[in-house]
């Protein structure tokens, strides 16, 4: 498969639908769509960062759900390349790893596949390979998968490209596949048969069949650049296994024949491996676990090459009391090889530490110190303002403190062309200095946040009131955010804070009015917010409808009566409740059953929906009371999201089902009684609703679906008569189910919820008319 990535600001061509018959969709001249992320600035995990080793500047970071980016030399922001991937290929914005070329720096690979359990990604892994640094792609399929979101996603790199024959190329694969090599450029690839050890280490072995389950495999390929020449394959390379017994390889003879290197330590596993090409040393960094969440011992390791002797030159070694952290997140000064770094891979308190040496791990200084039992010195500074909501807005107690330097910190580069210079990534942000040599001379590091443009939030939830901000979201991992400006990330939202928000909703006649549910953080216990003056300020609940687990299902889990008056709240684990006082005190409804997604009516503020397996339900109460309206045909299993329409009383759209079962788009006029599936729609996932179009009286309508056999966003300016295809090829995004909304003011801006790549903003560059 061969497709072009480009910017995200880019316009596209729209393509029109019609419903009747098969719905094929045609190219059409009616306008352009351009596209950006509302921007958060990070916020997710950066399990790689790859520095090019032949061109200054050229930079690539992976992430586990999100794709992976180049870095742009001139903005210094990250450019997405995978956003080209497809619904039907949503796991391959999963990258386990990725790969420059000393040789061709213009050639770029990725290893790519999000999970190995079939039920949650049921695409192979594949190898991407790109020869114009990420703008466009050609992809070979593997016969395995990689797990880019799976235990030890931040151990390798796993793809090595051969610096001298850069037609070769090495994967490191997990689940007992082995080692691989690729002789044409990735085109193809074949196991290596002579390799001797396809890895053991299994996070949990009682975890059957499940995400802990998978053996962590063959881990990273690395180079001896001084054993070739231009043009003919570098003989000697090592390759680290997840064996705690039997943890480095090692050929003379360019891969034909393998030996286990003598002398090696045992009892860990090795998360990163680099060679010092000018003095012949091999520096390994070893950790008791796979990461990236946990780890409590490890060490770091030089190997003398020319001898095989090894010296162990942990900052804290394994057999102190004080070492309390395996180690990763490895790199060498290429214009000064001994000197070196090194991250504890996790440290949850107070605080993840960065060590430094200058004299090849004889000796260390850290990035922090104590000065007593809870107070702490720093040798930098954190400068947070592209990302303020780093902090969690927690304000911590000595010796923690708000932004932390780091965790989960697997990648950690120091540019090969600039001592000066180095990037991290974190479980949130990817950090940096310019000035990091300073640390030398007993200056200050002034760290700060270089994300800018990297974009990796899955995202749960977003409404777009008439009033106040134009856009509020719900994300996992960082909460969630009131969007003032796109380009500019802000806080998340405080009192509660949520460590995820899974619903919002507003009161569409009192739409100042906002209500979240979500997973609390730091102090927090409560599970539910309102604010009554777009999001200035919140009030948490009172109490909670007991049995309370979670906040309940992404998108669907609370709603707001039109006048605001009453709130209906499925949370998991307890009864489907309401509210009459903002939360204060709950209420179980009767004939809701627990599970349920819930929506108001946004019109009659007596009337609330639920759904639950195929069975549609409604209240005239306020939420006491509901019963099942009769309506059929209706999807059971799989992703289902239904929305009322604003200003147009007993009118609801629905989308889902699951392939091979029920699966569409339905809409009713008579407050779900009854339900009509739109033609053409084959799979319809979402449904949204923004400002109509003018001369019309019906907002337009959004959605992420499969119409006739085109997948991707569409919008429709008459109920669903006919539709245009709003994205393309380009701008696909993987999987988009989840969440997606117009905007009330504007008319053909969307917002649409990914499952990686943050929120995306889409709007016509001009006028378009989608009557037919």
């Known amino acids: 498969m061969a497709a072009a990535a480009a910017a995200v600001a880019g316009g596209v061509p729209l393509m029109s639908v019609a419903t009747a018959g098969t719905a094929n969709a045609s190219a059409g001249p009616s306008g352009r769509y351009a596209w950006r992320n509302a921007e958060v600035v990070g916020g997710g995990f950066v399990s790689g960062i790859v520095f090019s080793q032949s061109e200054r500047g050229l930079v690539y970071a992976r992430t586990d759900i999100g794709g992976v980016y ?14 080209w991937v497809d619904w039907d290929h949503y796991g391959h914005t999963g990258v386990i790893s990725v790969a420059t070329d000393e040789v061709d720096p213009d050639r770029v690979y990725a290893a790519v596949g999000t999970y190995t359990i079939p039920e949650w990604d049921p695409t192979m892994g594949a190898i991407l390979r790109s020869a114009d640094r990420g703008r466009t792609w050609q992809t070979t399929m593997l016969p395995f998968r990689l797990g880019g979101n799976m235990p030890g996603r931040g151990i390798g790199e796993r793809l090595a490209v051969d610096p001298h024959r850069n037609s070769v190329l090495y994967l490191g694969v997990r689940g007992g596949n082995g080692l691989w090599r690729s002789v044409d450029h990735g085109k193809t690839w074949a196991k290596v048969e002579s390799f001797p050890n396809v890895g053991n280490f299994v996070p949990d072995p009682n975890d059957t069949g499940g995400y802990n389950s998978d053996n962590l495999g063959v881990l990273q390929v690395v180079f001896d650049k001084r054993t070739g020449r231009r043009g003919r394959q570098t003989r000697t390379l090592y390759v680290t296994v997840a064996d705690k017994e039997n943890i480095l390889y090692r050929s003379t003879d360019a891969g034909r024949t393998w030996q286990r290197v003598p002398g090696q330590p045992t009892g860990f596993i090795p998360h990163k491996a680099v060679f010092d090409h000018e003095d012949g040393y091999l520096y390994l960094a070893t950790s008791d676990t796979a990461g990236p969440y946990d780890g409590a011992k490890g060490d770091v390791w030089k190997l003398d090459t020319a001898t095989d002797t090894w010296t162990r030159i942990s900052p804290v070694p394994s057999t102190s009391p004080d070492g309390q952290w395996g180690y990763s997140g490895l790199s060498i000064d290429r214009q000064n090889p001994g000197t070196l770094m090194v991250a504890t891979q996790i440290h949850w308190h107070p605080d993840i530490i960065l060590f430094r040496s200058t004299d090849g791990g004889a000796s260390w200084t850290r990035a922090w110190d104590w000065a007593s039992d809870t107070e702490r010195t720093f040798r930098y500074t954190m400068d947070i303002s592209a990302a303020p909501w780093l902090t969690w807005n927690a304000t911590p107690a000595p010796p923690v403190v708000a932004p932390k330097l780091g965790w989960m910190t697997e990648a950690l580069e120091i540019d090969p062309f600039a001592s000066n210079r180095f990037l991290y990534g974190t479980g949130a942000t990817i950090f940096g200095s310019d000035n990091l040599t300073d640390w030398d001379t007993g200056g200050t590091v002034r760290i700060d946040v270089r994300a800018e443009g990297l974009e990796e939030t899955a995202v749960l939830s977003l409404i777009s009131p008439p009033v106040g ?62 604010s009554t003056d777009s999001g200035d300020t919140w009030t948490p609940s009172g109490s909670e409808p007991a049995g309370l687990t979670g906040p309940g299902v992404e998108d669907s889990a609370v709603a707001i009566a039109a006048d605001g008056g009453r709130v209906v709240w499925a949370p998991a684990g307890a009864p489907v409740s309401w509210s009459a006082d903002a939360g204060a005190t709950w209420t179980a409804c009767e004939g809701a059953p627990s599970g349920a997604l819930v929506r108001a009516d946004r019109v009659n503020p007596a009337v609330f929906y639920a759904c639950h397996a195929g069975t549609f339900y409604r209240s005239t109460d306020g939420g006491k ?54 033609p053409g729609v084959v799979e319809g996932d979402n449904v949204g609703f923004g400002k109509a179009a003018p001369g019309s009286t019906y907002p337009a309508v959004y959605t992420s679906s499969r119409i006739g056999d085109v997948r991707g966003i569409f919008r429709s300016d008459n109920a669903g008569r006919t539709w ?45 008319n989608a009557n037919g």
Request: glycine residues 14%.
């Open 625 to 678: 009371r509901f019963a099942p309206t009769g309506a059929t045909g209706l999807p059971a299993e799989g992703n289902v999201r239904f929305k009322p329409v604003p200003g147009h009383e007993g009118d609801i759209w629905l989308g889902g089902g699951k392939t091979g079962k029920v699966y569409g788009l339905w809409r009713s006029t008579d407050g779900g009684t009854s339900f009509t599936r739109l």
């Open 469 to 530: 901000a134009h856009l509020f979201s719900g994300v996992g991992d960082v909460g969630g955010f009131r969007h003032t400006d796109f380009t500019r990330a802000t806080t998340m939202y405080d009192n509660p804070s949520f460590g995820m928000t899974a619903t919002l909703d507003y009161a569409e006649k009192a739409p100042r009015t906002i209500v979240r549910v979500g997973n609390p953080t730091g102090n927090w216990t409560q599970h539910f917010a309102i």
């Open 724 to 768: 245009i295809r709003i994205n393309d090829d380009q701008h696909q995004y993987a999987w988009t189910g989840n969440t997606i909304t117009g905007d009330p003011r504007i008319h053909g801006r969307v917002y649409v919820g990914t499952n990686g790549r943050g929120v995306i903003c889409g709007e016509p560059t001009r006028p378009v």
């Open 70 to 83: 180049r870095l742009d030399k001139r903005t210094k922001r990250w450019i997405p390349l995978l956003d």
